[in-house]
């Protein structure tokens, strides 16, 4: 019982790390060409950048962004 207590909050993690790791996969272009004189101002710049972009981004990122709500 306590390892799969163990397994379900390292599963729920995983999924969190693949989730981001897609978002960064489908916008790192887009972050690159728009946004690059943010990209060392932090996640909500960068975010609030490509958000200003919204009508320029690629359909992936575009997508990912309102899957998150953004």
Known sequence: ???FLFIIPFIW???IASA????HDAC???????????????DQIVLACL????????????????DHGQ
């Open 13 to 15: 993690l995983v999924s």
């Open 51 to 66: 958000k200003q972009n919204r009508a320029r981004l690629s359909k992936a990122c575009a997508k990912i962004l309102t």
């Open 28 to 42: 790192a272009r887009d972050v690159s060409r728009f946004c690059r004189a943010q990209i060392n101002d932090g």
């Open 1 to 3: 019982m306590a390892r």
């Open 20 to 23: 981001q790791q897609q978002g």
